[in-house]
């Protein structure tokens, strides 16, 4: 009898401690990656593009990273439509798995956009710190990628509150908002809508 309640014991010990260990993974991916993406922004010397990567059937790598980001975040919306249907926040048709899959797959098509961008932004202009807009755009940029995998982390975990993966998926929103809002809306204003 002592030692089965002993046994028992240490079994819900051992899974309170895996908890704890669970819980933690979020917010370690999110700032690990965060400062891994700005120290390797930080050590890129910024000079203006000469040659980029790609810059897709674009006049240049600007117009295609505005373009992209905007794309994104018309995705990113979609995510927040299909998001409150999926938690039962709006109410309309069809039913069944179709917003959970539009849902997946609009988020893998909105990353995907991003990641050209990225490229540019950390390997080719570095991290911004000329004014207060650059640097905005990126401490956005760099923790960007942490709240995905944070996100990523909380879809395929148990273990957390129903309320952890919306408020994940909101935040990752308003980073991609921010970073839209600090890069497209200011080149458009600045240079006007052109591709």
Known sequence: ??????????????????????????????????????????????????????????SDPLHMKVWLVTAALLLAVGQ????????????????????????????????????PIAYHCIFLLGFGTYGSRALVHSLLGSIFYGAFLAKLFLVRANGFSGWALPVAGGLLFFILLGLWLTSSLWFFRTFGVGI
């Open 1 to 58: 009898m002592i030692h089965a309640s002993m046994s028992e014991h240490r079994g819900r010990a051992t899974e309170s401690v895996r908890s704890r260990v669970v819980l933690a993974v979020p917010p370690v991916l999110f700032a690990s990656v965060a400062v891994t993406v700005g120290s390797v922004a930080s050590r890129t010397v910024q000079q203006p593009y000469e040659t980029a990567f790609f810059q897709l059937f674009f």
């Open 80 to 115: 927040l439509v299909t998001a409150s249907r999926i938690y039962g926040v709006l109410h309309f048709r069809p039913g069944g798995r179709f917003y959970g899959l539009v849902h997946r797959w609009s988020g893998r098509a909105a990353i995907l956009l991003t990641l």
